[in-house]
Nanobody, 122 residues
Framework: QVQLVESGGGWVHPGGSLRLSCAASTSIFSLMAMGWYRQAPGKQRELVAAISSGNTTNSADSVKGRFTISRDNAKNTVYLQMDSLKPEDTAVYYC????????????????WGQGTQVTVSS
């Protein structure tokens, strides 16, 4: 079982920034596809961004140009840098592991983090 420990969530004003971190307990982190999902109240859980073992990235249209996913294999950690935050970004954000990059893009997740709350409001 891969355990995912998330941190970095919190409350910010619109236009502010947060960086989410997700540390994975696995010896093969560098081979894994990683992603971030979010779920707002009353809405479906959606893929925000994903990153492959080869550092290919994909992000949702709603966050393009504002959010950046990255990874540090030496730290077994994936990050989500969130800039120019909007109230509609308010959601619980979940770290996720996919068997492959394409699997994540199709919505198939092997392991989930516990989620971290991001609130953007005045």
């Amino acid at each position: 079982q891969v355990q995912l420990v998330e941190s970095g969530g919190g409350w910010v004003h619109p236009g502010g920034s947060l960086r989410l971190s997700c540390a994975a307990s696995t010896s093969i982190f560098s081979l894994m596809a990683m992603g971030w999902y979010r779920q707002a109240p009353g809405k479906q859980r959606e893929l925000v961004a994903a990153i492959s073992s080869g550092n290919t990235t994909n992000s949702a249209d709603s966050v393009k140009g504002r959010f950046t996913i990255s990874r540090d294999n030496a730290k077994n950690t994936v990050y989500l840098q969130m800039d120019s935050l909007k109230p509609e970004d308010t959601a619980v954000y979940y770290c996720a592991v996919g068997a492959t990059f394409s699997s994540l893009l199709r919505g198939t997740v092997r392991y989930w983090g516990q989620g971290t709350q991001v609130t953007v409001s005045s």
